[in-house]
């Protein structure tokens, strides 16, 4: 346990310039992680409001900061998840950032109204403000236009999902220098670009069947055909990076110089321990490895 602070009380979350992102990480794993050099641990899905996998991460920690990539506001009520936080921000001050979202109107019938969408997010963070969240230490999940500027009034600032530099660029713009911005990116290590893509397509099947990412990929100058499964070449590529662990550090760091202040890299292997392939990343990142 640790009780300095790494971010201020007014500040934007300090989680260095590269995290991981993925599922089911473990104790161990995520002490390697940090000993790469990782700032934090993104846990996509929707977890439930009790977030009891977080304190054993930290715990096995010392420096690591650990993000929730989201919670789903229609599946986790804000009373018991600012209760958690308060659970962990007591035991590991400053190590845990909340991050929430609406999820996908495909899966919630209250969402299919984005008015209702946009409404319940708002009644959201009203209530982990009832309930004493700070809001440096919580984002939003966001990819439009609205929802980017409501996560620069109402929380740190914003983490988009399956973006590009470009998209970064203009949320950067939409929310001002002083929101932290935290795009995920995914990679693939290899250099057979098939492989790569045909990798990138599963990971991305599911996503075809999501209106906020086809209309953020639309927004962003791709096609209603390159949106559609099994998506086209040109987009797969601009989300998915792959190539050499040079060729990968330096698309991802496209996202820094567009004006994120943190990049969640999310490795997409066969295997469930994430850890080899990060590794193979911290030196052309330019992470200090301890």
């Known amino acids: 346990m640790t009780n300095s602070d790494p971010s201020s009380s007014?500040?934007?979350?300090?989680?260095?310039?590269?995290?991981s992102f993925g599922w089911g990480v473990t104790p161990q794993q995520a002490?390697?992680?940090?000993?790469?050099?990782?700032?934090?641990?993104?846990?996509?899905?929707?977890?439930?409001?009790?977030?009891?996998?977080?304190?054993?991460?930290?715990?096995?920690?010392?420096?690591?900061?650990?993000?929730?990539?989201?919670v789903n506001i229609w599946s986790a009520p804000a009373k018991p998840v600012a209760e958690s936080f308060h659970r962990i921000d007591t035991a590991y001050p400053g190590?845990?950032?909340?991050?929430?979202?609406?999820?996908?109107?495909?899966?919630?019938?209250?969402?299919?109204?984005?008015?209702?969408?946009?409404?319940?997010?708002?009644?959201?963070?009203?209530?982990?403000?009832?309930?004493?969240?700070p809001a440096n230490r919580r984002v939003v999940a966001a990819l439009g236009p609205r929802v980017l500027k409501l996560s620069a009034e109402r929380s740190a600032g914003a983490h988009p999902y399956l973006t590009t530099p470009e998209h970064t660029a203009q949320a950067r713009e939409l929310i001002g220098p002083a929101a932290f911005l935290a795009p995920e990116h995914k990679v693939v290590l290899t250099t057979d670009p098939e492989q790569a893509r045909s990798v990138g397509r599963k990971a991305l099947d599911v996503y075809f069947n999501l209106a906020n990412y086809r209309n953020n990929w639309k927004r962003l100058g791709f096609g209603d055909d390159e949106v559609s499964r099994p998506g086209s070449d040109r987009l797969v590529d601009a989300v998915v990076a792959y190539g050499t662990p040079e060729a990968i550090a330096t698309r991802l760091k496209q996202h820094l110089d567009a004006g994120a202040d943190h990049v969640p890299v999310q490795v997409l292997t066969t295997t469930e321990n994430l850890v080899p392939a990060l590794a193979e990343l911290a030196g052309p990142l330019g992470l200090t490895q301890s």
Do not use: C, M
Not at 95 to 101: K, N, P
Not at 119 to 125: C, N
């Open 95 to 133: 190590r845990f950032l909340l991050g929430v979202g609406v999820g996908h109107s495909e899966a919630t019938t209250e969402y299919r109204n984005p008015r209702n969408a946009l409404a319940a997010l708002v009644q959201y963070l009203d209530q982990l403000d009832e309930y004493g969240v």
């Open 10 to 19: 007014t500040g934007k979350p300090d989680l260095g310039r590269f995290g």
């Open 31 to 70: 002490k390697e992680i940090e000993a790469l050099g990782y700032g934090a641990i993104w846990v996509g899905g929707s977890p439930r409001a009790e977030l009891a996998w977080v304190e054993p991460i930290l715990e096995a920690t010392t420096t690591l900061q650990v993000a929730t990539g989201i």
